[in-house]
């Protein structure tokens, strides 16, 4: 085994576990907006209800893109479950069952507004399919990136559990969160305590070139009709500082959580 290989792959899973951390601090912390500039996306159905502060991707359909413009790249875009018409060559590897639909809670019954807030309007509403869902990021520059997703079922009746992958410059449909128990607005036949879960935060490596992936997959469990689904209702994107910055960022956040106490 190539010495210098291991020497690299190393120095890559503890840049990226680095990251992870310091990110996850960032996000735990509340630091300011200016820290991190999110690109904060809402997947609904229609327009009535449409996060603050978040741009809506209305019912987004098989193939569908969504461009986008932020401080840290002027031109990038979201594509999802793409290119399934265009050839095996357009597909993103190992994507089997392409269908796709927006739905919105208030048509699975009486859970209309239930989410508590701060992301009332956000878990009211996404995507889903009964086997997966894959959100290309194309066009990114190269570099560090961080996402936070959504994951919060129309009705606790069908919401099973998800598994959630990545493709990146470094890894190839790997595994990052699996057995994830969707959120619910309800148990499915009559409304319920709302248990929506915290959105999933992954960190990944654009190339500059090839397209970064989010793979989700519905991975059932014990649910009562036996029809778990894979569901999106919308995400964060953000460019992550140097190592070195997030250091100095993470070290300034305590400063002021030690300020405060």
């Not at 503890?14 to 996850?24: H, N, P």
């Not at 470094?170 to 915290?198: C, F, K, Q």
Request: proline share 5%.
């Amino acid at each position: 085994v190539n010495k210098n290989y291991l020497f690299e792959r190393s120095k890559e899973m503890m840049k990226r576990d680095f990251l992870a951390v310091l990110v996850g601090c960032v996000v735990m912390c509340g630091m300011a907006s200016a820290t991190i500039d999110w690109d904060q996306v809402d997947i609904c159905k229609g327009t009535s209800y449409v996060q603050a502060g978040f741009t809506a991707w209305n019912s987004p359909s098989n193939g569908a893109t969504l461009s986008r413009s932020m401080s840290w790249d002027s031109s990038f875009n979201y594509k999802i479950n793409g290119d399934y018409n265009s050839g095996p060559s357009a597909t993103p590897a190992g994507a089997t069952n392409p269908w796709l639909a927006a739905r919105d809670i208030g048509d699975g019954g009486s859970y209309a507004n239930e989410y508590p807030a701060p992301y009332t309007n956000l878990n009211h509403d996404g995507v889903f399919s009964g086997y997966e869902i894959w959100l290309q990021i194309q066009n990114l520059d190269a570099g560090d990136y961080a996402i936070k997703t959504y994951h919060n079922s129309y009705t606790g009746y069908d919401a099973g559990s998800i598994e959630l992958r990545v493709t990146d410059a470094t890894r190839n449909d790997a595994l990052l969160y699996d057995d994830v128990v969707l959120g619910t607005s309800g148990d499915g036949t009559s409304e319920g305590s709302p248990s929506p879960i915290d959105p999933l935060l992954i960190t990944f490596t654009a190339n500059g070139t090839d397209d970064v992936i989010i793979h989700i997959i519905e991975d059932v469990v014990a649910v009562p009709s036996g029809f778990g689904i894979a569901m999106l209702n919308g995400m964060e994107l953000a460019a992550v500082p140097e190592p070195a910055t997030m250091t100095l960022l993470g070290l300034g956040s305590l400063a002021l959580l030690r300020r405060k106490k």
